[in-house]
T-cell receptor, first 115, second 114 residues
Framework: GESVGLHLPTLSVQEGDNSIINCAYS??????FIWYKQESGKGPQFIID?????DKRQGQRVTVLLNKTVKHLSLQIAATQPGDSAVYFC??????????????FGKGTHLIIQP | GAGVSQTPSNKVTEKGKYVELRCDPI?????LYWYRQSLGQGPEFLIY????????DSGLPNDRFFAVRPEGSVSTLKIQRTERGDSAVYLC????????????FGPGTRLTVL
């Protein structure tokens, strides 16, 4: 079936550098995309979201870019800190319109911040 | 206020046994979701409740899995005749119930079937 996947399973960056985590999705009907951060032993934590009618959204130190033409999503984290070390998942909902839906998650990228 | 809570945090059982996993959503959230996360994988959707009713149970893998939410708040995920392949972290999330609402996740229950 259609799914959300990631290009890189592990990403190591120096503290203070910027990081980019990529995600490819295959469902062209996807309407809503979310990035989650998951630390060991904890549930996923919402970072930032974007709807299909946008191509960029910024938060505090994070930016999400959406390229619908190539079905690609990326998360940019500026000035990485040790606390950014975690597994990052992209997720999407395949339906649009009213009503909440279950999310389809990718496999995750493990971000490691080197001191 | 309190976040989503799940009990127990860990459950070890033997193959063939019955287990129940509990989720307490954030107060006032009408939508409740169950996911299953295997080691090294992203969460996999199981079932979603809107109020007391299951709005989408398409992710339940087979009829050994069942979930209820009788009063529209606490939910229980029930697994009959457990198999070793059921071992995973079972995550619960809740939201206000509208499209695009943020889903808040609990810490999960780690189920190990021996």
């Amino acid at each position: 079936g259609e799914s959300v996947g990631l290009h890189l399973p592990t990403l190591s960056v120096q503290e203070g550098d910027n990081s980019i985590i990529n995600c490819a999705y295959s469902n062209s009907a996807s309407d809503y995309f979310i990035w989650y951060k998951q630390e060991s032993g904890k549930g996923p934590q919402f970072i930032i979201d974007i709807r299909s009618n946008m191509d960029k959204r910024q938060g505090q130190r994070v930016t999400v870019l959406l390229n619908k033409t190539v079905k690609h999503l990326s998360l940019q984290i500026a000035a990485t800190q040790p606390g950014d070390s975690a597994v990052y998942f992209c997720a999407e909902t395949p339906h649009s319109g009213g009503g909440a839906d279950g999310l389809t998650f990718g496999k995750g990228t493990h971000l490691i911040i080197q001191p | 206020g309190a976040g989503v809570s799940q009990t127990p945090s860990n459950k070890v059982t033997e193959k063939g046994k019955y287990v129940e996993l509990r989720c307490d959503p954030i107060s006032g959230h009408t939508a409740l979701y169950w996911y299953r996360q295997s080691l090294g994988q992203g969460p996999e959707f199981l079932i979603y409740f809107q109020g007391t009713g299951a709005a989408d149970d398409s992710g339940l893998p087979n009829d050994r899995f069942f979930a209820v939410r009788p009063e529209g708040s606490v939910s229980t995920l029930k697994i009959q005749r457990t198999e070793r392949g059921d071992s995973a972290v079972y995550l619960c999330a809740s939201s206000w119930g509208l499209a695009g609402d943020e889903q808040f996740f609990g810490p999960g229950t780690r189920l190990t079937v021996l």
